[in-house]
């Protein structure tokens, strides 16, 4: 049985997120099982000083007045309620956890117990305040022990994916997470090695992974963040795959993880493997 967490908040990259996790699961050839996680981080004062002075002083989880308190549990439990019952109308087996405290902690920690995380790219802090999301999804990825596709509010099905392979450690972590996900979706593979032909890495270990069938290989020069989408526009896939590091870990330092900061600024779902 493959398990997929959904982090869940009432935001549209929210809703895209779960009805992705909901088509992975209810495609024939899958026994896939969804765990819905919403966090409430509010809490009411407890009595123990330091916990709560930490949420005084706005850490998560908030210090709010026991109404308030209420309110947000009554919103998850409506939000879970929903999902619940799309799931079922899916024929998607699931499960629900509310849970109070830090957001980000608490999805890593469920995160541990799951195969997959399917988690929107954006929240409802953004939804409401525009430009003024607090990163939840960067949060997690640097955390987070499990592989992790983080997906555009509109991405609620696949239709190919594009992995960036260079023969390194998380490369190969990237491949076995696609043969995972290609086991449940049944969609094309592209995969790319980016770089000159002098220099390529032998794509043969992806061959034998994912086999010939809906398999496609290319070497491109260039950079990968301007590459990989590139491949993915011209061939009409919709998620790319990586591993959260790669071979250039001094161009890393400089400029940042290729991944990370593939991570928001395209407009398709990135598969980040662990």
């Not at 409401?128 to 022990?145: C, D, H, I, K, Y």
């Amino acid at each position: 049985v493959t398990t997929i967490l959904v982090p869940i908040d009432d935001s549209r990259w929210s809703r895209g997120a779960a009805a992705l996790a909901r088509w992975l699961a209810a495609r024939p050839e899958a026994e896939v099982r969804v765990t819905g996680l919403h966090v409430v981080n509010v809490t009411q004062v407890r009595g123990r000083f330091l916990e709560d002075l930490a949420g005084l002083l706005g850490f998560e989880p908030v210090v709010v007045p026991d109404r308030v308190e209420k309110h947000f549990l009554d919103l998850g439990r409506k939000l879970l309620d929903a999902f619940a019952a799309a799931c079922a109308a899916e024929g998607v087996a699931c499960e629900t956890v509310l849970e109070q405290g830090n957001v980000v902690d608490r999805i890593v920690h469920h995160a541990a117990a799951h195969d997959l995380v399917v988690l929107g790219l954006r929240g409802e802090t953004e939804e409401r305040f525009p430009g003024q999301g607090g990163g939840t999804a960067e949060r997690v990825l640097r955390r987070v022990p499990t592989t992790t596709l983080v997906a555009p509010a509109d991405l609620r099905s696949l239709s190919g994916v594009v992995l960036g392979y260079d023969g390194s450690a998380g490369a190969n972590r990237a491949l076995v997470a696609t043969a995972r996900l290609v086991e449940l979706a049944r969609v094309p593979v592209h995969a790319v090695y980016v770089g000159d032909e002098a220099e390529a890495v032998d794509l043969e270990p992806v061959r034998q992974r994912l086999g010939d069938a809906a398999l496609t290989t290319a070497v491109v020069p260039g950079e990968p963040q301007e590459v990989l989408p590139a491949e993915a526009a011209r061939l009409g896939y919709d998620l790319l795959a990586l591993g959260y590091r790669g071979r250039s870990r001094i161009k890393d330092i400089f400029l940042g993880r290729t991944t990370e900061w593939l991570v928001g600024h395209v407009d398709i779902g990135v598969l980040v493997a662990r």
